[in-house]
């Protein structure tokens, strides 16, 4: 079974502090996905990586930044955590070697309250 | 206007009843049409997807895809309340694996 797990299920910051998001897949995947999720917008990609060290802006980079140093793992980088980014943070996965790159695996989400 | 459309609902059915959800495109480029599921405090999980036009079954799931309509629907068939969730329309073209997203219709079906 895929897994994909995130270091936080709830998190609760301050107004400028700095978070981290971290994301963890075991499938040996190539791709991997931060999302946000809201009411009413969906979700939303933030970034995204096709490899190790490689990352690609998505539809909402701004105030966020990834790392990929090793494949396993992805992390999601808040510089300077504001109110509109409290939010569900949802991490994914998949393989484009398989053939099977419209399947994304999920984490259970960050819910993150920024106050 | 965005790549991928749906209606939010939410929709309420009775036990029983058939579901109908769907979702439009204006990107004639995609060829992968999935249909994704997400209950309460989870992460959303591939239900169903299908390449290029036609219908996919399921069990009481069915897929079709009209690419001349750019419309993408999902039936329910005989619908039960832990098909309770929110289903999100998926799609994707033949490059990478970046995946575009609908914004989901909450269904409840109701015992």
């Known amino acids: 079974d895929v897994k994909v797990t995130q270091s936080s299920r709830y998190l609760v910051k301050r107004t400028g502090e700095k978070v981290f998001l971290e994301c963890v897949q075991d499938m040996d995947h190539e791709n991997m996905f931060w999302y946000r999720q809201d009411p009413g917008l969906g979700l939303r990609l933030i970034y995204f990586?096709?490899?190790?060290?490689?990352?690609e802006k998505g539809d909402i980079p701004e105030g966020y930044s990834v790392s990929r140093e090793k494949k396993e793992r992805f992390s999601l980088i808040l510089e300077s955590a504001s109110t509109n980014q409290t939010s569900m943070y949802l991490c994914?996965?998949?393989?484009?070697?398989?053939?099977?790159?419209?399947?994304?695996?999920f984490g259970p989400g960050t819910r993150l309250t920024v106050t | 206007q965005k790549e991928v459309e749906q209606d939010p609902g939410p929709l309420s059915v009775p036990e029983g009843a058939i579901v109908s959800l769907n979702c439009t495109y204006s990107?004639?480029?995609?060829?992968?049409f999935m249909w994704y599921r997400q209950y309460s405090r989870k992460g959303p999980e591939l239900l169903m997807y299908?390449?290029?036009?036609g219908n996919k079954e399921d069990g009481r799931f069915t897929a079709q895809v009209d690419k001349s309509s750019k419309y993408i629907s999902l039936f329910i068939r005989d619908s039960q309340p832990s098909d309770s969730a929110t289903y999100l329309c998926a799609m994707k073209d033949n490059q990478g694996g970046k995946l575009i997203f609908g914004q989901g219709t909450e269904l409840s079906v109701k015992p």
């Open positions: 990107n004639s480029a995609f060829q992968y």
């Open positions: 299908t390449y290029s036009s």
């Open positions: 994914a996965s998949s393989s484009t070697s398989s053939g099977r790159a419209y399947e994304q695996y």
């Open positions: 990586s096709y490899d190790v060290k490689m990352k």
